[in-house]
């Protein structure tokens, strides 16, 4: 622990050195993250550098947030986000874990679509964010498609062009889906998105009740949470089932995931590298 985070901790707490225990503990690919005890109450503690990701805690904490505010699906509550010279801080509320049930899936399907009822009038949000370590564009549109090309695809394609990761076939393939959007997408209210559900941005509690982590917030058409939690194995079965129950999924749901999962595949690509390239040609060479 950096000197200069453990001091302003223990003024934060008005505690000594000697009564703040730090663990460290797996937190993903870009965050340094602890539980810390303090009087016996423990918090999970995030650490990243505030000049290579800006803002991006606050964007996180905004999110969960925004999340938990619902009153429908739990989240950590943000305890303390700040910058500590050149670093910042997010603190949040420790979760222990329970089990995974039959019934936790259902309820996970069911507090889903209740989330996905949230809704405004256009898609987007009002502050722009993160998508894993990359910017997220949220430039409110009225229309799906416009934003889902504009403020989704169209930035990291071109992020992608740069890193020569993608070549003139591949720009012309998402030129040619562009106008099959319409015809794929079904017209939906904008939705309330945790935008980044895949199996490693969720929790379930002491309770066996499901908890949103990580999030990537915007209000956006429902099926981006649903493609999401398809693309590293899915998710259990009552899950699908339950959320299908309350809220049927369009009839052709299954290429709207493939559409939809372009924009984590393109994410992924320009983060990681070149294989996964051969998924993101497999779902273009299906729509065109």
């Known amino acids: 622990m950096q000197p200069s985070i453990q001091k302003y901790l223990n003024q934060y707490f008005s505690i000594s050195n000697s009564t703040i225990q730090f663990r460290s503990i797996g937190g993903g690919c870009i965050n340094d993250c602890f539980q810390i005890t303090v009087n016996s109450e423990r918090f999970f503690l995030k650490i990243n550098s505030a000049n290579q990701y800006p803002n991006l805690f606050q964007k996180e904490k905004n999110g969960l947030e925004l999340l938990g505010s619902q009153n429908i699906i739990r989240a950590p509550k943000p305890i303390l986000c700040d910058e500590v010279e050149d670093q910042q801080i997010l603190l949040l509320e420790w979760i222990d874990t329970g089990s995974r049930t039959k019934q936790f899936w259902k309820t996970f399907g069911e507090q889903l679509v209740w989330l996905h009822h949230s809704t405004q009038d256009h898609f987007g949000l009002d502050e722009n964010n993160y998508m894993g370590s ?26 992608a062009e740069e890193k020569m990761l993608l070549q003139k076939k591949h720009l012309a393939a998402f ?30 509690d002491e309770n066996s009740q499901p908890v949103l982590i990580d999030p990537a917030v915007y ?22 089932d339950s959320y299908n129950y309350h809220h049927p999924f369009p009839k052709n749901f299954r290429e709207q995931c493939d559409i939809a999962n372009l924009y984590p595949l393109l ?15 497999l779902i273009l060479n299906r729509v065109i």
């Open 134 to 159: 990359l910017p997220q564009n949220n430039e409110p549109q009225s229309d799906w498609n416009k934003f889902f090309i504009d403020c989704r695809l169209q930035p990291q394609i071109k992020l």
């Open 175 to 204: 030129e040619n889906l562009y106008p099959k959007l319409p015809g794929i997408f079904n017209d939906e209210k904008p939705s309330l998105l945790h935008g980044d559900l895949w199996n490693g941005n969720f929790m379930c």
């Open 219 to 240: 209000y956006g058409h429902r099926i981006v949470d649903i493609a999401m939690t398809t693309i590293f194995g899915g998710f259990d079965k009552e899950f699908y």
């Open 267 to 281: 994410i992924h690509l320009n983060l990681f590298g070149s294989s996964y390239l051969s998924q993101i040609e």
